[in-house]
């Protein structure tokens, strides 16, 4: 794809356990097993899953938080993964992060102006001090601050106002694409709505490209344009937007679509109600992961472990089910809409 | 027409900081009967989880400061004395927390705090506690009960523990069940399995529900009557399709508005979502006019001076504003 700003290719971070007498590696966690995607510019990507799918890992491996156990990470062509540290720092503008909590990823003793002038700073951005002092003032206007907040200290704003500090310490860096992991998770509800248009805009203006993490799948569909959705460390479906919610091709997509309460008293929709808890990702189980839980399953899911593949045009999805015909396939057809009540 | 259950009039919980008095709730009645799920609802910081712990009376005296009354099947609760309320905490009226990790005694088997409550409360001896514990974990569709039983806190996952806090709560048979954000911390598809839970065991049960929250889709699916906190103060209640469907509070219209909708992109609504500018008022200042005025984008003069009073818009229908006798604009 030429238009792909972020490619990211059969990525794998295990974590190793460390226990025993000596301290040795007992085991690993197998946080992210076999994940590839890309992003164009200006697109939303979203990365959807439980706790514990790896969604977050994902993130901070692109954002070389630590380093990979295989795979590759393309930034605009260039393969970013392998690259020492001094040859990345330059690089490292370009991708920015969001994080959940804005409580605890702003410096307490940093004033509002301090922390959007360090990016700008540190990437010699700004030609003098005019020029940054206007940098700063630019970016409060951007998130809708006012501009005489910038001598403010992050425990006299409230979550929103925090939030909409961090995305402005993400812009100050100019960069091509914002990872926001779990960006409005942790706010309340009209706040978080602030958030989400202010994101939108945002992305409209400066075509910034986004890979959004998160759980919830309502916000996830009015942000995104395309969605993987993830389990145990693997991607099992891949889809624009409209396909995914109108026609889910993997059973834990259909789950997780029906499972989310819908605010609409009486709705009458098909539910599918999982089993069980997610499986521990330091012993995944042998064929699908899913298998334990999914409703579908057969012998050849215990066995084999499900490739991704497309089923429909840009539509990928790592399930056996697809080898039958269809009238023996539960997945065939669009059945979204009963799933989500949504008619 | 026979009291209802429950019956709470002009509670007010206040604490003392050292910069004033926290008006965390300022005011609210309202009634739940046998066997009914109310909702209530409301974002950080309005008064919800303060009003669930005064009802039973798990607030700290001082700084807190419970006023009103709490009719509990025609006893009122806040003047009982400490023995008496131990009777009917975790007996008549039982409560499930948010998060199932910290509510739970991790050095004490699973068993042991079943089996509390029944020991307590009914006497039995430590086998029968424990038997009784297997057969609650059943109820709540925990598998292999009788291992489970013998296990601690840690050893169960998020879903599980939060099973063990439903058992821990009905072992009892409660005439009321206070649940405060039940499954705010767990996944979407645990949350469908403990909202389904609970559905099913309403029937078998026959406990009425006070469910706390902030998730209308959670409110959507299982409450049948709906009460609106905002700083403090109910500003809306209504049956819940009625208030889903013709909000009349200009609040509760941008609640239901700025939440995203499931399948927006099936219908083809997927407009800008509604916001509500501004943010919630600090509770530390009396508020002379109506506690949205500051928010609100139909505010007038006699909002900022005058606080409203709940008035009844529709039938069972009542909200706190001035103007919302006009039909809602649908959210």
């Given at each position: 794809?030429?238009?792909?700003?972020?490619?990211?290719?059969?990525?794998?971070?295990?974590?190793?356990i460390?226990?025993?007498?000596?301290?040795?590696?007992?085991?690993?966690?197998?946080?992210v097993?076999?994940?590839?995607?890309?992003?164009?510019?200006?697109?939303?990507l979203?990365?959807?899953?439980e706790?514990?799918?790896?969604?977050?890992?994902?993130?901070?491996?692109?954002?070389?938080?630590?380093?990979?156990?295989?795979g590759?990470?393309?930034?605009?062509?260039?393969?970013?993964?392998?690259?020492?540290?001094?040859?990345?720092?330059?690089?490292?503008?370009?991708?920015?992060?969001?994080?959940?909590?804005?409580?605890?990823?702003?410096?307490?003793?940093?004033?509002?102006?301090?922390?959007?002038?360090?990016?700008?700073?540190?990437?010699g951005?700004?030609?003098?001090?005019?020029?940054?002092?206007?940098?700063v003032?630019?970016?409060?206007?951007k998130?809708?601050?006012?501009?005489?907040?910038?001598?403010?200290?992050?425990?006299?704003?409230?979550?929103?106002?925090?939030?909409?500090?961090?995305?402005?310490?993400?812009?100050?860096?100019?960069?091509?694409?914002?990872?926001c992991?779990?960006?409005?998770?942790?706010?309340?509800?009209?706040?978080?709505?602030?958030?989400?248009?202010?994101?939108?805009?945002?992305?409209?203006?400066?075509?910034?490209?986004?890979?959004?993490?998160?759980?919830d799948?309502?916000?996830?569909e009015?942000?995104?344009?395309?969605?993987?959705?993830?389990?145990?460390?693997?991607i099992?479906?891949?889809?624009?937007?409209?396909?995914?919610?109108?026609?889910?091709?993997?059973?834990?997509?259909?789950?997780?679509?029906?499972?989310?309460?819908?605010?609409?008293?009486?709705?009458?929709?098909?539910?599918?109600i999982?089993k069980?808890?997610?499986?521990?990702?330091?012993?995944?189980?042998?064929?699908?992961?899913?298998?334990?839980?999914?409703?579908?399953?057969?012998?050849?899911?215990?066995?084999?472990?499900?490739?991704?593949?497309?089923?429909?045009?840009?539509?990928?999805?790592?399930?056996?089910?697809?080898?039958?015909?269809?009238?023996?396939?539960?997945?065939?057809?669009?059945?979204?809409?009963?799933?989500?009540?949504?008619? | 027409?026979?009291?209802?259950?429950?019956?709470?009039?002009?509670?007010?919980?206040h604490?003392r900081?050292?910069?004033?008095?926290?008006?965390?709730?300022?005011?609210?009645?309202?009634?739940?009967?046998?066997g009914?799920?109310?909702?209530?609802?409301?974002?950080?910081?309005?008064?919800?989880?303060?009003?669930?712990?005064?009802?039973?009376r798990?607030?700290?005296?001082?700084?807190?400061?419970?006023?009103?009354?709490?009719?509990?099947?025609?006893?009122?609760?806040?003047?009982?004395t400490?023995?008496?309320?131990?009777?009917?905490?975790?007996?008549?009226?039982?409560?499930?927390?948010?998060?199932?990790?910290?509510?739970?005694n991790?050095?004490?088997?699973?068993?042991?705090?079943?089996?509390?409550?029944?020991?307590?409360?009914?006497?039995?001896?430590?086998?029968?506690?424990?038997?009784?514990?297997?057969?609650?974990?059943?109820?709540?569709?925990?598998p292999?009960p009788?291992?489970?039983?013998?296990?601690?806190?840690?050893?169960?996952?998020?879903?599980?523990?939060q099973?063990?806090?439903?058992?821990?709560?009905?072992?009892?048979?409660?005439?009321?069940?206070?649940?405060d954000?039940?499954?705010?911390?767990?996944?979407?598809?645990i949350?469908?399995?403990i909202?389904?839970?609970?559905?099913?065991?309403?029937?078998?049960?026959?406990?009425?529900?006070?469910?706390?929250t902030?998730?209308?889709?959670?409110?959507?699916?299982?409450?049948?009557?709906?009460?609106?906190?905002?700083?403090g103060?109910?500003?809306?209640e209504?049956?819940?399709?009625?208030?889903?469907?013709?909000?009349r509070?200009?609040?509760?219209?941008?609640l239901?508005?700025?939440?995203?909708k499931?399948?927006?992109?099936?219908?083809?609504?997927?407009?800008?979502?509604?916001e509500?500018?501004?943010?919630?008022?600090s509770l530390?200042s009396?508020?002379?006019?109506?506690?949205?005025?500051?928010?609100?984008?139909?505010a007038?003069?006699?909002c900022?001076?005058?606080?409203?009073?709940?008035?009844?818009?529709?039938?069972?229908?009542?909200?706190?504003c001035?103007?919302?006798?006009?039909?809602?604009v649908?959210?």
């Open positions: 794809m030429s238009g792909a700003i972020l490619e990211v290719s059969d990525l794998k971070k295990h974590f190793p460390h226990g025993g007498f000596f301290g040795g590696t007992t085991a690993h966690v197998y946080a097993d076999g994940v590839s995607f890309s992003i164009a510019k200006g697109e939303t979203s990365l959807v899953g706790s514990g799918c790896g969604k977050s890992t994902v993130g901070k491996a692109i954002l070389r938080l630590f380093d990979i156990t295989a590759q990470v393309v930034l605009d062509g260039t393969r970013i993964d392998t690259m020492t540290a001094s040859t990345l720092r330059p690089i490292r503008r370009r991708i920015q992060v969001v994080f959940q909590d804005p409580f605890s990823s702003l410096n307490p003793r940093m004033r509002v102006r301090d922390i959007l002038a360090e990016p700008i700073r540190n990437f951005m700004a030609k003098n001090r005019a020029d940054l002092e206007e940098r003032a630019l970016l409060m206007d998130v809708r601050l006012p501009r005489d907040a910038v001598n403010r200290w992050p425990h006299e704003f409230s979550g929103g106002q925090r939030q909409r500090i961090c995305i402005a310490r993400a812009l100050a860096a100019e960069p091509d694409i914002i990872i992991d779990e960006a409005v998770s942790a706010l309340d509800v009209s706040v978080k709505a602030q958030i989400v248009n202010l994101l939108q805009d945002l992305q409209k203006e400066l075509g910034l490209a986004m890979l959004f993490i998160s759980h799948l309502a916000i996830v009015h942000m995104t344009h395309r969605v993987a959705v993830m389990y145990l460390g693997k099992v479906e891949v889809a624009t937007k409209r396909d995914l919610f109108s026609a889910p091709k993997h059973p834990y997509t259909e789950a997780l679509l029906s499972a989310v309460p819908v605010p609409m008293p009486g709705a009458q929709r098909e539910r599918i999982l069980g808890d997610v499986p521990s990702p330091i012993n995944p189980p042998q064929g699908c992961r899913f298998h334990t839980r999914c409703p579908y399953a057969f012998d050849r899911c215990r066995k084999d472990e499900p490739a991704l593949r497309q089923t429909e045009a840009g539509h990928w999805s790592a399930c056996h089910l697809h080898d039958r015909p269809d009238a023996e396939n539960p997945l065939a057809g669009a059945k979204g809409a009963d799933l989500i009540a949504a008619h | 027409m026979p009291e209802p259950l429950l019956v709470v009039e002009n509670l007010q919980t604490f900081t050292p910069d004033g008095v926290n008006r965390a709730v300022d005011g609210i009645s309202f009634h739940v009967d046998a009914e799920t109310i909702a209530v609802v409301g974002e950080s910081g309005c008064g919800k989880s303060v009003t669930a712990m005064s009802m039973l798990l607030i700290p005296e001082p700084p807190g400061k419970i006023a009103g009354s709490i009719r509990f099947q025609g006893r009122d609760l806040l003047t009982m400490d023995r008496e309320m131990r009777a009917i905490r975790g007996n008549d009226i039982s409560m499930i927390f948010q998060e199932p990790m910290t509510s739970l991790p050095v004490l088997n699973v068993g042991r705090q079943i089996g509390e409550t029944l020991r307590l409360h009914q006497g039995l001896s430590a086998r029968d506690a424990e038997a009784k514990a297997v057969e609650m974990l059943t109820l709540v569709g925990i292999a009788g291992r489970r039983v013998r296990e601690y806190p840690h050893q169960l996952s998020g879903g599980m523990r099973r063990v806090m439903i058992a821990i709560a009905l072992a009892c048979n409660p005439k009321l069940l206070i649940a954000e039940p499954t705010t911390a767990l996944d979407v598809t949350q469908a399995q909202l389904d839970l609970m559905r099913d065991l309403k029937h078998r049960v026959g406990a009425a529900i006070v469910l706390i902030h998730d209308l889709g959670v409110v959507a699916e299982v409450a049948e009557r709906v009460i609106v906190m905002y700083a103060k109910k500003v809306e209504a049956p819940v399709g009625q208030l889903f469907r013709n909000p509070h200009p609040y509760t219209q941008g239901l508005g700025s939440v995203p499931l399948g927006s992109s099936l219908t083809g609504t997927e407009t800008r979502l509604a509500i500018p501004g943010l919630v008022p530390k009396k508020i002379p006019g109506c506690v949205f005025a500051s928010r609100c984008t139909y007038t003069d006699l900022r001076k005058v606080a409203p009073a709940l008035e009844e818009k529709a039938p069972h229908h009542v909200a706190a001035h103007y919302a006798i006009r039909e809602a649908a959210a």
